[in-house]
T-cell receptor, first 112, second 113 residues
Framework: SQQGEEDPQALSIQEGENATMNCSYKTSINNLQWYRQNSGRGLVHLILIRSNEREKHSGRLRVTLDTSKKSSSLLITASRAADTASYFCATELKAAGNKLTFGGGTRVLVKP | DTEVTQTPKHLVMGMTNKKSLKCEQHMGHRAMYWYKQKAKKPPELMFVYSYEKLSINESVPSRFSPECPNSSLLNLHLHALQPEDSALYLC????????????FGPGTRLLVL
């Protein structure tokens, strides 16, 4: 079964609105990462948050991590049509070394 | 150079063919990965190479055979594949085995007839 479960599976918003997606996981992690994938292409790393961090920012991206709830959220502010993509969380498990396990992904559509 | 390249971009093969996928990076990364991704699904890890040695094999069928000739190159040899093996095959690399950020190539879209 997947380590990360993402919610919602799909999201449709207007340009300029904020997009929020959530990721839940099951076991202890070293870090949690978010990646973006444009249709049929490779993944692009967005942001990494370590297990002892609670919030990180990168440009229009804000990531939170709640290890007590085993959950993370990704907020994209002031969305643009170019943000249309699938977004995946990926966890590096404490017990699994250099291995990332990806969540199911959230497909985001930003309408102009 | 912060790029991972993969060739070919597209590949169509029959079930009796032998083909190879290639991946290359010149970032000095010492860990390289193969993932398989089906449509609308997340990437699934297949193999990890750390310092040119196979460190993780996620119980992948033997019809997939990875090879790491040197620290910049990663191959995936394909033989006697099944139609259900059709997928996007992604290569990634990271600075070292303890990772953390992985850099992905654009993938090879494989169709097995």
């Amino acid at each position: 079964s997947q380590q990360g479960e993402e919610d919602p599976q799909a999201l449709s918003i207007q340009e300029g609105e904020n997009a929020t997606m959530n990721c839940s996981y099951k076991t202890s992690i070293n870090n949690l990462q978010w990646y973006r994938q444009n249709s049929g292409r490779g993944l692009v790393h967005l942001i990494l948050i370590r297990s002892n961090e609670r919030e990180k920012h990168s440009g229009r991206l804000r990531v939170t991590l709640d290890t007590s709830k085993k959950s993370s959220s990704l907020l994209i502010t002031a969305s643009r049509a170019a943000d249309t993509a699938s977004y995946f969380c990926a966890t590096e498990l404490k017990a699994a070394g250099n291995k990332l396990t990806f969540g199911g992904g959230t497909r985001v559509l930003v309408k102009p | 150079d912060t790029e991972v390249t993969q060739t070919p971009k597209h590949l169509v093969m029959g079930m009796t063919n032998k083909k190879s996928l290639k991946c290359e990076q010149h970032m000095g990364h010492r860990a390289m990965y193969w993932y398989k991704q089906k449509a609308k699904k997340p990437p699934e890890l297949m193999f990890v190479y750390s310092y040119e040695k196979l460190s993780i094999n996620e119980s992948v069928p033997s019809r997939f055979s990875p090879e790491c000739p040197n620290s910049s190159l990663l191959n995936l040899h394909l033989h006697a594949l099944q139609p259900e093996d059709s997928a996007l095959y992604l290569c990634a690399s990271s600075q070292g085995p303890n990772i953390e950020t992985q850099y992905f190539g654009p993938g090879t879209r494989l169709l097995v007839l």
